[in-house]
């Protein structure tokens, strides 16, 4: 094939948010892979400085500068790309690259889309376009109207018959959509609707019915395959990135699949897909009808899901196929000898289940639908959907063990849990089952299939059996494996037959353990291989089951093998850095001689692509699973540091069964971990730490604050509800807390802290050997202490410490690395206030952060801190953080627009979903870029200011003053206003939502659009302020108007927009900073 | 109850017995479609045979109603009884739910006396398959002992002659007629001509129907080792005689390829499954095709004027031929297949336009 282009432009999906995750890492870096093997010269546009993308060695050029139409025309100018990929960055890139089309830049600078053309992509993403396309290739629709305002909106309800469903077109993961039952509900969603976009659809809703998905490839030739059916376990009504869903299909007959398949090959033909496209079916329960829901005509999650259930990477061939290669012309990757022109052929079932975290947010609405609220999915592999559903639910990480054996869910209506679907149906419908419901009664409130039902009501049948037994002994062989192919782990069954109770969790699952072992009752290891057996795998694409006899591989046992713990479901706290972390792991073990063994179950992350290391076991990272491969594989050694918190809490289990951890010891990193030995080590050698004390009682907590003062940090054990923790400044606060969100008992006490007031938050990033720290970074959060460093605005080096403050946090670092004997990654939390120091925190893994600073410094501290791990000789990096001429800015990505209800404010508990890099010349620059990247806009004219304390509105006035200088038409709410005007600041006073019948009111100006941007601080937790202050946030963020809620943030946002200009930022890639 | 797939190289796999109680022998084929068991099991090409299912769950959708006819056949089924000798899965769902479902697959297993086994690793005998080649086995219930009457080996067995039709029957009014050489017909290909217009007479597999009037002539898959249809492959040189449209599908392709003068192979573990890439000779097409073969047609063998016309994309066998005159073409694949449609049917349409 003759080679058309020489250089290809990518745009990546920038930080990760909610509907728009890992996912697009791994696409977009398969395509670059893709492009890269055909000798292309790729450039790539992302922010998101954590990404596997954005390393080196992926892409010849990297931008850390938002993915919008105005920055890319800059890159398109400098680099002058021959052609552009839109389809693997999600909504985001797709979104750009219309824009970029419309405007007619990329035929100004003569740059090919590869690929699907553009305007079949507005075919299928402008709902009338959409549908009159497949009208006229007879293939039925929802019925939807698109309407372009409110009115409108009413009238097409009206026609179609509640319940309707309304959505904004545009939208990624079906932002600002929701049922409507009335035109009461219908007035409030297409309002929301509106302002993520001009055209809203209403839809006749069609509840109930069965969601199937299809992933379809189309060459140029117009030689089209499905790569993978799904099916959706809840039915149509919550949104696919909510549900749980099976592939390939269960419920369905072959006449079924055919003809569903049959529709999406004529759809994908007809609009002219060239390269991969998911098409998403309605099909009714009792017959053969369906409807289109949607056709995504690009790399989607569910595209992702389907590459990683089936072998087959759709991103990579749709980029060959963007290339101008025929399928047929390609090869499966996975035997490496027979053509990528096939349909996989399953022979396991994959399940794929949403993480959520509700959780973490204050106010937000449980319930899920038809909008996405999800951070973060796992996806699990096995023979039965017994296993593989309790395998799930293990792996999404919520405490639960499985189906069955969980903790008692207090449920008051059990009807209403399974009718309303939450975060928790799955284990309502268990409780349900426990209660007595029958299969009937269950699809009647859920519409779940009862296939799915039945499924469920195996385990628990099976649990039935082992909770009749006494002890494990009493367990019969048959039951024991039954329940072993169930999914149970040894836990649930030592859980179930008592032994929990009697011996603990350690000795009772150990009993388990040892028992089926002598009973030869072990797992065995399969291989994903595309083609169900039919042809020979030459790729280590792993997983295991009870439901199989004979391992498909052979383990070497040579000593020469290592085992990298990956970092699990996405969530809140840990996501797509930690991937980077492992997968700069593994090639450094690859590259220093070792196989590299991976262990992780995360669909939308690199680490998972089998191409990253010798043996991929996708499959859970529960201490049962974890053994069982070190058992099978005996590796060398095995790495726990480069995957978050997940593996870090296996270091002490895995040290005590004598697995050889790499780096650290497990008994300094339990140092690290517990609380009170960790502090003892602190007061043994002389580093500081902020006052802090477990209590078990109301009177201890009084007394403990009578010595300390207010505000105290107050982290209770035991949450009933809401956020994990949080800052109280009075009495009040700290009683309204302790009642409503936690218990305080003997057995659940509560850590409360001096809360230390505007103190600046320092992290040190580190790699040490044996105790000697060989590489460092120190950087600065922009906010003071208070908000959580996963979502605080970062930079490094940093910009505003004294090298006292620097000097004092090295010596102090190097106590704690050596007193710790550090071996590896490594990273510590520290609070300064004028130059006295205080530690926080300390982890014995690599951080949040590690990324960043790598790729800020371009040392990276990864390959560093595993080569050190494998005992290998390293140097002190030449260069340190003082050599750097440029600054790089973390910033924070917010989903608070998906999440309804929820307050979006910073706190001690952390609410961002992804995050930003960018780098600059100097402070401003980087700041810009970075805000620019997760969402914030440059207001055009008018901003609402509720500034919050007196300190907080001393804190901004030099602020606001700027804003008034450069021409800004400033509005206040009353304390607010008033101060400004007492020092000069000219502002126009408007209400509080409070200040009934006063005008203007704060809230329509924001609905009526007159604000282009909020700042408003909230002053302290007392009620009136939340439901004022609330009511206006939350108003900002559903009306998508920019938001900024910390004074130390918005002072640099304001300074950097107010200084300079989107068009003044310098067009500068990662190389370019030296 | 325990059951055992014993393999004629001595691998036993221990499961479950479902379905009928009743011991089995055959040939151990492997099919990797993930759906269309009741489709799969009354398939005549599967006569004679122990079929293992990759896919694990079966059972999942239950089976339709045998009442539901059209053309007086079965609406849901290949044929009118369980071909298959035995069948063996890893995880049978006890419970089905579907909306056309009138029984369980274990229900209707029992009625046709054919055994089941669940709760082995298919995985591990398919790839005793793909490595060692297709092989006899039976399956055993309970502790009894596997029989040791060697049994005739597969490939010496008329299987055609257990599943053909016993004299002609017309299906469907037309202008135009069809015969169709019953080699153990698939009722959906019948369906699919009628559909379109035809009459057609489904002739049983060793009928001479040079003294019937007709347009064209399809002869269909079926089971076994075509070496054994010699009469077949005569008939089907009387009608080349004519110079009327003929084609073959699945083992009628071979036959077809055998009257042509070309030789065929047997195929070490066949071609099982609704994913079978083909491409179609001198183009840029290429289909994903259902296939059940066990034997090609051998490229190098083909005489002058005939061509291969497909070719697998897995293994490179020959997965269709034609004359490069004449109007006769034969595929491995099922252009009518009801569990994986063809790629707009296109074949199938381009046969009719030759008659």
């Keep these: 094939m003759e080679k058309k282009f020489n250089k290809v432009l990518l745009l990546g999906s920038g930080a990760l948010k909610i509907g728009e995750a890992g996912e697009f890492d791994y696409s977009g870096s398969q395509a670059l892979k893709a492009l890269r093997e055909e000798g292309i010269s790729t450039v790539l546009i992302n922010p998101n400085i954590a990404t596997v993308q954005t390393s080196e060695g992926v892409a010849d050029k990297i931008y850390f500068l938002p993915v919008t139409p105005f920055f890319v025309e800059k890159v398109i100018e400098k680099e002058r790309p021959d052609g552009i990929l839109l389809a693997f960055g999600g909504q985001t890139a797709l979104n750009c690259g219309v824009k970029l089309y419309e405007s007619g830049v990329l035929e100004k600078y003569n740059v090919q889309v590869l690929g699907t053309p553009v305007q079949a992509i507005i075919d299928t993403e402008d709902r009338e376009l959409f549908n009159r396309k497949l009208e006229e290739i007879d293939v039925k629709i929802i019925k939807s109207e698109a309407v372009e305002n409110i009115e409108d909106a009413r009238a097409a309800a009206e026609r179609l018959g509640y319940p309707v469903i309304i959505r904004a077109a545009y939208a990624l993961g079906g932002l600002g959509s929701g049922f409507c039952d009335n035109e009461e509900e219908l007035n409030k969603l297409a309002e929301k609707a509106f302002s993520f976009s001009p055209q809203v659809l209403v839809e006749k809703s069609l509840k109930g019915w069965k969601e199937i998905e299809y992933e379809v490839v189309r060459d140029a030739y117009d030689n089209c395959i499905t790569v993978c059916n799904m099916e959706n376990f809840d039915p149509l009504g919550i949104h696919t990135g909510e549900s749980i869903v099976v592939a390939p299909t269960q419920t369905l007959t072959a006449s079924e699949c055919n003809k569903l398949r049959e529709l999406a090959i004529r759809i994908v033909r007809h609009v002219g897909i060239v390269g991969e496209c998911n098409v998403q079916f309605a099909f009714d329960t009792e017959s053969e009808d369906y409807r289109v829901i949607e056709v995504n005509a690009r790399l989607s999650r569910s595209s992702a899901l389907a590459s990683k259930a089936t072998g087959f990477p759709l991103a990579f061939v749709a980029a060959k196929i963007g290339c101008g290669y025929g399928l047929f012309e390609l090869k499966n990757s996975v035997t490496k000898d027979t053509a990528a022109f096939f349909e996989p052929a399953i022979d396991y079932i994959v399940c794929k289940i949403p993480r959520w975290d509700l959780g973490k947010f204050r106010g937000v609405d449980r319930e899920i639908g038809s909008a996405m609220k999800s951070v973060g999915e796992v996806m699990s592999i096995g023979r039965t959907f017994e296993e593989v559903i309790q395998k799930g639910l293990r792996m999404i990480g919520q405490g639960m063990h499985g189906f069955v054996e969980n903790k008692e869910l207090e449920i008051a209506d059990i009807d209403k849990a399974l009718r309303e679907p939450t975060d928790k149906r799955i284990f309502v419908i268990s409780k349900a089952m426990r ?640 | ?95 089905y739910s579907h909306w056309n479902a009138a029984e369980t697959l274990d229900a209707w297993m029992k009625r046709e006396g054919v055994p089941g086994i669940t709760g082995v690793d298919t995985r591990a005998i398919t790839k005793a398959i793909r490595d060692n080649g297709v092989m006899g086995g039976q399956i055993i219930i309970g502790d009894a002992q596997p029989s040791t009457l060697n049994a005739q080996p597969y490939d010496a067995i008329d299987q055609v002659a257990n599943v053909t039709c016993t004299e002609p029957i017309t299906y469907g009014e037309g202008a135009k007629k069809v015969v169709v050489v019953d080699c153990g017909v698939k009722y959906s290909l019948i369906r699919n001509l009628v559909a379109r217009g035809l009459e057609v007479v489904r002739v049983p597999y060793n009928y001479d129907f040079s003294a019937m009037a007709y347009d064209a002539v399809v002869v269909t898959t079926g089971p076994g080792n075509p070496a054994l249809y010699g009469d077949t492959v005569a008939n089907i040189r009387k009608a080349m005689e004519t110079g009327k449209p003929i084609l073959g599908i699945g083992l009628g392709n071979q036959l077809l390829g055998l009257a042509a003068g070309a030789q065929v192979e047997k195929l070490k573990f066949g071609h099982r499954g609704a994913n079978q890439p083909t491409r179609l000779a001198d183009t840029n097409s290429c289909y994903i095709t259902n296939q059940n073969i066990g034997y090609a047609v051998m490229a190098s063998t083909l005489p002058a004027g005939w061509k291969v016309l497909f070719t697998n994309l897995n293994d490179g066998a020959v997965d269709g031929i034609r004359h490069e005159e004449k109007p006769w073409l034969g595929t491995q694949f099922a252009p009518e297949a009801c569990s994986r449609g063809f790629r707009k049917d296109n074949l199938m349409d381009d046969f009719v336009n030759l008659i």
């Excluded at chain 1, 032994?499 to 699952?509: A, F, I, P, T």
């Excluded at chain 1, 206003?977 to 924001?1006: C, F, H, I, K």
């Excluded at chain 2, 036993?12 to 489709?39: D, H, L, Q």
Aim: hydrophobic share 40%.
């Design chain 2, 1 to 95: 109850m325990k059951a055992t797939l014993v393999l004629d190289n001595g691998m036993r796999f221990e499961g479950t017995a479902f379905g009928s109680e009743k011991p089995a022998v055959g040939e151990v084929v492997f099919c990797t479609a993930m759906t269309g068991y009741p489709e799969s099991l009354t398939d005549a090409a599967y006569a004679g045979q122990l079929l293992v299912l990759t896919y694990p769950l079966v059972g999942n959708y239950g089976v339709p109603s045998h009442e539901v006819k059209e053309l007086g056949l079965e609406k849901f089924f290949e044929s009118n009884k369980m071909q298959v000798s035995g069948l063996i899965v890893t995880d049978y769902s006890v419970e």
């Design chain 1, 435 to 1074: 209660a007595g419901y029958t299969i009937d009664q269950i699809h009647e409130l859920t519409k779940i299939d009862r296939w799915f039902l039945q499924k469920l009501q195996n385990i628990m049948n099976t649990s039935k059996e082992l909770h009749a037994c006494k002890g494990v002994a009493e367990v019969p062989a048959e039951l024991l494996r039954k329940a072993k192919v169930q999914g149970f782990t040894d836990f649930q069954v030592s859980r179930a037959v008592g032994l929990e109770e009697q011996l603990g969790v350690d000795e009772g699952l150990m009993a388990v353990r040892n028992r089926r072992k002598e009973l030869g009752i072990t797992p065995v290891v399969k291989q994903i291989d595309t083609l169900a057996g039919e042809y020979p795998a030459q790729t280590n694409y792993l997983y295991l089951t009870y439901a199989g006899t004979e391992h498909d591989i052979e383990f070497a046992r040579d000593d020469k093998s290592i085992i990298v713990l990956g970092s699990g479901a996405y969530r809140i706290g840990s996501s797509v850095e930690f991937d980077w972390c492992g997968v700069q792991a593994l090639n450094t073990i690859r590259k220093e001689g070792y196989r590299s063994v991976m262990i992780n179950y995360n669909p939308e992350t690199v680490s998972t692509d089998y191409d990253m290391c010798d043996r991929l076991f996708f499959d859970e990272l529960t201490f049962e699973r974890v053994m069982d491969v070190i058992e099978l594989e005996c590796p060398m050694g095995v790495i726990v540091s480069t995957g978050g918190q997940i593996p870090n809490n296996l270091a002490m289990s895995l040290d005590r069964m004598g697995v050889r951890l790499l780096g650290t010891q497990a008994k300094y990193i339990d140092n690290a971990e517990d609380r009170d030995k960790f502090s003892a080590m602190l007061d043994r050698i002389g580093v500081d730490q902020p006052e802090w004390s477990a209590l078990t009682s109301m009177d201890d907590i009084n007394a403990f604050i009578d010595k300390v003062g207010f505000p105290v940090l107050v982290r209770p054990s035991y949450v009933l509800s809401g956020a994990a923790m949080n800052v109280c400044s009075n009495q009040e606060e700290l009683e309204r807390f302790l009642n409503l969100a936690a218990n305080v008992s003997k057995k659940h006490p509560v850590v409360v802290s001096r809360f230390i007031e505007n103190a600046k938050e320092v992290e040190m990033d580190a790699v040490a050997k044996d105790g000697e720290i060989i590489a460092y970074a120190i950087s600065e959060h922009i906010e003071f202490a208070g908000v959580h460093s996963g979502d605080a605005t970062i930079q490094f080096p940093p910009q505003k410490l004294y090298v006292e403050t620097m000097r004092r946090i090295k010596r102090i670092s190097r106590k704690i690395a050596k007193e710790l004997n550090i071996s590896g990654p490594f990273n510590i939390q520290f609070l300064a206030r004028d130059n006295d120091i205080k530690v926080i925190e300390c982890n014995l893994r690599a951080s949040r952060s590690f990324p960043f600073v790598s790729k800020v410094l371009k040392i990276n501290f990864i390959e560093l801190a595993t080569k050190i791990m494998l005992g290998l000789p390293v140097e002190k990096p030449a260069k340190n953080l003082f050599d750097l001429d440029y600054v790089g800015i973390k910033a924070s990505q917010f989903s608070f627009n998906r999440l309804q209800k929820a307050d979006p404010v910073l706190g001690v508990d952390m609410a961002s979903t992804g995050e930003v890099g960018c780098i600059g010349d100097d402070t401003s620059v980087a700041v810009l870029e970075s805000m620019l990247s997760v969402g914030q806009r440059i207001p055009e004219k008018n901003i609402l200011l509720s500034t919050g304390s007196a300190k907080q509105k001393a804190a901004m006035l030099d602020a606001a003053k700027l804003l008034q200088s450069k021409g800004y038409k400033l509005f206040a709410t009353g304390g607010t206003s008033r101060y400004l005007t007492e020092n000069g600041v000219e502002n126009t006073l408007v209400y509080w939502p409070s200040e009934e019948g006063m005008q203007p009111q704060a809230l329509d100006m924001l609905h009526r659009k007159e604000i282009d941007m909020v700042v408003n601080l909230p002053k302290n937790l007392t009620t009136g302020e939340l439901s004022n202050g609330y009511k206006i946030r939350r108003a900002a963020v559903d009306l998508n108007i920019p938001l900024l809620t910390n004074a130390r943030l918005a002072e640099a946002f304001i300074n950097a927009f107010c200084g300079l200009t989107a068009s003044d930022i310098p067009i500068k890639s990662w190389d370019e900073f030296k």
